[in-house]
């Protein structure tokens, strides 16, 4: 696992305080679109098919501020849309930053290079730019549907590390994916210099161009299990070790939607990042008024069935680790030997 020791502390100190407090849902994690426009059309993302008006939205520093304030979460993920066209980016970040929040940036890092020479950022132990990645050259090119993606996007990560900046990769798996050339993916990012990446099965958009290729759970299973048996020594996963064991099969966890909740142009997304079943208008309305009972492999909801996503069972794994006293050794062991 590659994560600083700075993170993992306020992590795990956070999450103690939820626990001695009595809280069995809190937040780990808060997701903040303040956009849905992007300048890629990928095939299994819903995002940009919303209507043009929708898509000329975006939300104000100040709401987004907002958001995270009242969610309390000590990491924010900045998705989209792409959040490299959100107009007051460097700002947004700024404010984050100095707020002492762990901050990952995803972008598809075609406009990245073109940020970091005008200065919006500054390296920062607080901000990582999470850079989409699903593969190699052909793989990544064709899951985003335009040719050239994957050598921009490369040639962005060496100039982000270039300059200081901290920057990990995100990968999301479809079914027909070749273990082997995803290893072999894995150690093309490390020869990058990336900090560690991120992965997980794409989960069906309702609204994603392209329906037939998200995996189902016995194929994810199978699938990951031959991606990351006997996983190199060099490989860094920004991830729990315990939900990359739960991909493969070795762990039975059910989903906690609450721990990564969405905030974006509507609200307070219920019930997580995945679904588009009604919005809250605040964080404390989406924790006391949706009804969870209704979400996860358990309660028998068809939607969630299939679904390993990490954005419902990181958060799983990261409670797993501090529940018990085996749960963190076998944590600390995967850490420590690097073995899944």
């Not at 939205?57 to 959040?83: F, M, N, R, W, Y």
């Not at 890092?109 to 850079?131: N, Q, R, V």
């Not at 989960?203 to 031959?226: G, I, T, W």
Request: hydrophobic share 40%.
């Amino acid at each position: 696992m590659s994560v600083p020791v700075s993170q993992m502390w306020a992590v795990a100190s956070y999450v103690m305080r939820q626990r001695l407090a009595g809280r069995t849902r809190y937040p780990l994690v808060l997701m903040l679109e303040p956009l849905f426009r992007c300048n890629l059309a990928c095939a299994g993302c819903g995002k940009i098919q919303y209507p043009a008006q929708i898509l000329r939205k975006h939300l104000t520093v100040e709401q987004c501020l907002g958001a995270v304030d009242e969610c309390g979460a000590p990491i924010v993920s900045i998705p989209g849309g792409e959040p490299l066209m959100y107009p007051e980016i460097g700002r947004l970040v700024r404010e984050l930053v100095a707020r002492k929040k762990y901050v990952y940036l995803c972008t598809n890092a075609l406009l990245l290079k073109d940020k970091l020479a005008t200065g919006a950022f500054e390296p920062s132990k607080y901000l990582s730019f999470s850079i989409h990645m699903d593969g190699l050259r052909a793989e990544h090119d064709e899951a985003v549907c335009r040719d050239g993606v994957y050598d921009e996007a490369v040639e962005a990560i060496r100039e982000a590390l270039r300059r200081g900046f901290r920057v990990t990769t995100n990968t999301t798996l479809f079914d027909g994916a070749n273990p082997l050339r995803t290893r072999e993916f894995f150690d093309a990012m490390m020869d990058l210099g990336v900090e560690g990446m991120m992965i997980s099965p794409g989960y069906s958009y309702a609204k994603a161009p392209d329906q037939e290729h998200f995996l189902r759970r016995q194929r994810a299973n199978e699938l990951f299990s031959r991606i990351l048996t006997h996983p190199q020594r060099r490989w860094k996963f920004n991830q729990s070790p315990l939900f990359l064991q739960f991909l493969m099969g070795k762990r039975d966890f059910e989903c906690t939607p609450w721990g990564n909740p969405t905030y974006n142009i509507f609200g307070w997304q219920r019930p997580c990042y995945l679904l588009q079943e009604g919005y809250a208008a605040t964080f404390k309305e989406l924790l006391e008024t949706t009804r969870w009972e209704r979400y996860g492999r358990k309660s028998g909801n068809d939607k969630c069935r299939d679904c390993m996503v990490h954005c419902g069972y990181e958060p799983t794994a990261v409670n797993h680790t501090f529940a018990s006293w085996r749960g963190f050794v076998d944590t600390v062991a995967a850490t420590v030997t690097g073995r899944l």
